[in-house]
């Protein structure tokens, strides 16, 4: 994850969508594919995490929608919900 994003910093690695995706190697060629089967491996967490939703960042129509979610107090996400 570290080579593909180019940081070292353990919280910027998948912090926002674009990030996440190129920490985790998804491409866009892999839009449409089901993450229930390869070559995605899913696995429920152990414990149920906390989710929090805000307004989403960074654009200006539908902004004040409710449509960024998170774990809750999340280090990883770019900008605190």
């Known amino acids: 994850m570290t080579v ?3 940081v070292t ?3 910027k690695l998948c912090a926002g969508p ?3 995706c190129k920490a985790l ?3 866009g060629g892999m839009n449409g594919l089901s ?3 390869a070559p995605f491996c899913l696995y429920p967490p152990s414990v149920a995490p906390v989710l929090a939703s ?3 960042i960074g654009i200006s129509k539908a902004a004040e929608r409710p449509w ?3 774990v809750k107090g999340s280090p ?3 900008r605190p919900i």
């Open 18 to 20: 674009g990030n996440l």
């Open 76 to 78: 990883s996400l770019s």
């Open 54 to 56: 805000g307004v989403r």
């Open 9 to 11: 910093e353990a919280r």
């Open 25 to 27: 190697g998804v491409t």
């Open 35 to 37: 993450v229930l089967e």
């Open 68 to 70: 960024r979610f998170a």
């Open 4 to 6: 593909r994003r180019g």
